[in-house]
Structure formats: C-alpha cells, structure tokens
C-alpha cells in the first residue's frame, strides 16, 4: 500500500461543463484522511461553467480550453496536464468526446460518471428516456473512459427505483445524490492500480 502524504498522492485534473456538483464533491472528497487523490486542476470547455467557482473557492488551478477545433484543444489540454503532472482524469459533465488519440495517452487513467445503469442508455437524456420505456430501476455508473461513448469498463454502478410520481428532474435529482458517494467509492476502489 503505498504511502499517502500531500507528495504521493495522484495528482488529479477534473473535467466539467455545468454546475460542477461532481467536481465539488471530489474536491471534498480529496480532503478526507487518507483520500489516494489530490485535486490539482479543474478543466472546462467554457467559461460559462458554474462550477469553475471551486476554482477561487478550494484554490485549484483552472483552464478554460475553446472546442472550436477539437485536435488544437486536445493539444493543449496534454500539454497543461504534463506541465501539472497530472496522472488521473475524471470526467464529470464534461460535454465533449475525447478523441482516441488522447485517451490513448492516458489509458486506464480516464473515468467518467454516467446518470443510467450502463450499457443501458448512453449519451444524453437518460432519465427521461428510462421514463418513457416504463423502466422499474435506474441509477448511475462509473465507467473507464474509452473511444467509445459511455463504453469503457464499468467501475461501479448504484441503482435506484424509479417511482410513478417521477419526472426526469426528480430522478435526476435523487441520482445525483448516489453519484455524490458512487464517484469517490468507486476512485477508492481503483486507486491502488492508479
Ligand atoms: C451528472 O449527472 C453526471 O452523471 C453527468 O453529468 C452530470 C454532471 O453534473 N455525466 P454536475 O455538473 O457534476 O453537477
């Protein structure tokens, strides 16, 4: 078991395009005795991201990279994470693809968290489309991120029951609550092959 002081710790960059409920908890997270990870970097393909607001209020380095062309932003983004040290990526809303080209470069380092019960409903609206199938259950998943969409190796998942009164909003809601434990049980459970 490797020893945890502020050095050893693996340094890690998150990934946000909104509200940044993830990231927040992560940040807690990491300032839990004998958390493996250390929040270093918080990367955003907008300015418009609420949750860039953790930058100023945990005091953690923030990049704001434009998409507009997707090789030219990979660039920089590898560059701003080997000037950081960065070895571990979580994605957390983030709302771009990554190309192969990049994941390649940090394989096995990269986890995403996904709102639905994976394989089942990938990409984006997946409470209201398990709504509309009459679903019984859903739930989240914590994934490894490969080149294909919310594909990689499933890390963890927690399921909940979906109720009749439920809208996409109320499920999102009590989804987002079980990703708030999922994402750092499931960092725990991989961190010794970090
Ligand atoms: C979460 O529901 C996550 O599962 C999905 O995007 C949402 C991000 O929420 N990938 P937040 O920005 O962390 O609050």
Same mark, same amino acid.
Request: glycine share 6%.
């Given at each position: ?146 080149? @294909? ?9 927690? @399921? ?6 439920? $809208?996409?909003? $109320? ?24």
């Amino acid at each position: 078991m490797k020893k945890l002081t502020g050095l050893s710790k693996i340094k890690t960059a998150v990934f946000i395009s909104g509200k940044g409920s993830n990231l927040k908890n992560l940040i807690q997270f990491s300032k839990t005795k004998g958390c493996p990870i250390s929040i270093n970097l918080i990367v955003s393909n907008t300015k418009n991201a609420k949750g860039l607001s953790y930058s100023n209020r945990y005091n953690i380095k923030k990049k704001i990279i434009n998409f507009k062309h997707n090789k030219i932003a990979e660039k920089k983004i590898l560059s701003i994470l080997r000037i950081n040290n960065i070895n571990f990526i979580c994605l957390a809303g983030f709302m771009k693809i990554l190309s192969k080209n990049f994941i390649k470069k940090f394989n096995g380092k990269i986890v995403n968290i996904h709102p639905s019960l994976l394989p089942k409903y990938k990409g984006l609206n997946t409470h209201e489309r398990a709504i509309d199938n009459n679903e019984k259950f859903s739930g989240c998943t914590v994934h490894y991120v490969t080149s @294909k969409l919310d594909s990689g190796k499933i890390i963890m998942q927690k @399921k909940i029951k979906i109720r009749k009164k439920d $809208t996409p909003i $109320t499920l999102a809601k009590r989804i987002q609550k079980k990703e708030h434990l999922l994402y750092p049980a499931s960092i725990l459970k991989i961190s010794t092959n970090l």
